[in-house]
């Protein structure tokens, strides 16, 4: 497992809909090109079991579909629900070089309550912002050739396109030009069925 658990957080999500078994989150997976998960099948599974073993989802029977084999069916637990909301808050208020962390967060917020999303973003607006200063002040007061700040002008122009992005998602939100999904919509993001 990496830094970021992209695969166990998106099984999290997907629970926190409704009870699943891991053959129809994958299907979705595929079915919705969630392309930051790699190593599909088997990180998949090898996710259901490490949140299993620790708690984070368990299982709640089995199901059948015509001649196919049998598959356990899982659900989040309290405790699950609680990891899910750390891991994407996480996610979200951290800068990372290793964009995936971001985009796993962005593309399964509509789990989170509209409230608690946009504080999570109006968090990593207020790291951008100090990043994007940072950037600047290196840039006013480093006395080196321009080939030798070139990284900084790019870290600072990344920065500053995702600052305005994610102002431009907050003010979305509070207009309500941003849609939120209703929590009893079957899947993160209100992305439809499997």
Known sequence: MGRWDLVGTTVLAFLLQR????????RFIVDTHKDYISGLPR?????VDRL????LIEAVGTDREG????RTIYRITDEGRGELVHRLRRMMERLDPDTSAMYTATSLIGVLP??????YLQARAAALEGAVAAAEAALATLDLPR??????EYARALHTAELAWVRGVLEDLR???LSWPDPSAETP???GGD
Not at 43 to 47: E, K, Q, R, T
Not at 114 to 119: G, S, V
Not at 147 to 152: A, D, I, R, S
Request: glycine share 12%.
């Open 19 to 26: 009870p699943r078994h891991p053959y129809q989150m994958h």
């Open 43 to 47: 990180s998949l599974y090898h996710a």
């Open 52 to 55: 299993a073993r620790d708690g």
């Open 67 to 70: 001649r196919g084999p049998e």
């Open 114 to 119: 509209p409230a608690e999303a946009a504080r």
């Open 147 to 152: 080939v030798l700040l070139l990284e900084t």
């Open 175 to 177: 207009s309500g030009e």
């Open 189 to 191: 993001g209100g992305e």
